[in-house]
């Protein structure tokens, strides 16, 4: 049976991202104290359900087999990080499918997972599907959770995360994807409830995998016993769609951000995609206006919103000058401009004061956009915890 396995806990609040994460083993999930078994709405000891670990769906290009072909009696396996701890149950969404997925038998931990009692049931095309709370599971902060899922098919494409640069299984065959899982909710988060609405710097690239070394995990673990949900996906910008890079940050943002369960924080990290990827959006006013409507809709939900000032990127293929000066009002604006409810000044932590339209090269991990796993720290330690709460 998968053990889980226990690293410092993590919160939304401000990062000094220690780069190193300590693991501890747990108990294997048959010797653990036996906990009550609780329906659906069962809001477990510690409080209200909150989304611990959750990630950004896509829909497959021909360039995703697995996801393409989808699944024939097939099992995938998960191991994710948890943030806060506690209570577990699961959420799995298929936005971009077409056609009803039967999901189950499915377990958490080892233990047996149940929708409405029982051990599969039907997600539907475009919805979202929650377990019960898993009889017996509690989670520790910071815990590695290992979900194993069998889909019997035949599932036709799956929605799902191209990379979430961890690694999960198919039939025992590596990948970095995770399929149809959407999130873990758990019951005893303790502190800030952040969604991280970003693009391949929140999602990890520039950090080795199976490190947790993105900043939203190094966030996480300055934060004990708080829950933080990395909604990064490589390539994504905040105004277009794209085929590969998914829906902008204005089209998901509802279904991604809004529908996560005790959210009170959002962060974004978007805009660099918008300046560098064909075709480049060189108008800062748009760019703007598009954090103006998240933060209107974010308001409107009840929720605080931080925003981030856009990272250098000189060295990257496709850096001009003319682009960091549109980068560099964007910044102004959102530093002075009272747009958001807090500021993350993510330029500020990553510039080479020597040269600032590029990262310090201790931060660079090579390709002059995503930061190292130092970078990522930096970044963490850029988010003033007061502006979490």
């Known amino acids: 049976m998968p053990a889980v396995t226990v690293r410092g806990p993590a919160r939304r609040g401000v990062l000094t991202a ?37 990630t950004a769906q896509t829909a497959p290009t021909a360039t995703d087999a697995v996801a393409s072909a989808g699944l024939t009696d097939g099992v995938f396996t998960a191991t994710v990080r948890l943030s806060a701890g506690g209570r577990v149950r699961l959420r799995y969404g298929h936005a971009f499918g077409t056609l009803p997925v039967l999901v189950g038998p499915a377990t958490a931990g080892g233990r047996p997972v149940t929708f409405g009692g029982r051990r599969q049931a039907w997600l539907a095309a475009g919805a979202s599907l929650t377990s019960d709370p898993v009889n017996g599971l509690r989670a520790p902060n910071g815990s590695a959770l290992t979900v194993e899922t069998r889909l019997p098919g035949p599932t036709g494409p799956l929605s799902f995360h191209r990379n979430t640069h961890a690694s999960h299984s198919v039939d025992g065959v590596r990948t970095t994807s995770v399929f149809l899982l959407t999130g873990v909710e758990v019951t005893g988060a303790h502190g800030p409830v952040v969604a991280v609405l970003g693009d391949s710097i929140s999602e990890g690239v520039g950090t080795p995998d199976d490190a947790d070394l993105r900043w939203p995990d190094q966030l996480a673990r300055r934060l004990p016993g708080s829950a933080v949900a990395d909604l990064g996906v490589s390539g994504n910008r905040l105004l277009l769609d794209d085929a590969r890079f998914g829906p902008g940050g204005q089209s998901r943002f509802d279904r991604d951000v809004l529908a996560l369960t005790g959210l009170r924080t959002v962060l974004v990290q978007l805009g660099v995609n918008d300046l560098q990827q064909p075709p480049a959006q060189t108008n800062p006013s748009l760019i703007l206006d598009g954090f103006r409507q998240l933060v209107l809709r974010a308001r409107g939900a009840g929720l605080r919103i931080v925003g981030s000032t856009v990272t250098p990127f000189e060295g990257w293929i496709r850096w001009t000058p003319e682009l960091d000066e549109v980068r560099q009002r964007i910044n102004r604006a959102v530093r002075t401009g009272r747009l958001f409810d807090a500021v993350a000044d993510f330029d500020a932590a990553l510039r080479d004061p020597a040269r600032p339209s590029r990262m310090r090269p201790a931060f660079d991990s090579g390709d002059g956009l995503h930061p190292n796993p130092s970078g990522h720290a930096a970044l963490a330690g850029a988010v003033d915890r007061r502006h979490l709460l």
Do not use: F, H
């Not at 747990?26 to 000891?45: F, H, K, L, N």
């Open 18 to 54: 220690a780069a190193g994460v300590a693991a501890v083993a747990v108990t294997a999930p048959g010797a653990r104290a036996a906990q009550s078994d609780g329906g659906p709405g069962d809001r477990g000891p510690a409080g209200s359900w909150v989304t611990s670990w959750a």
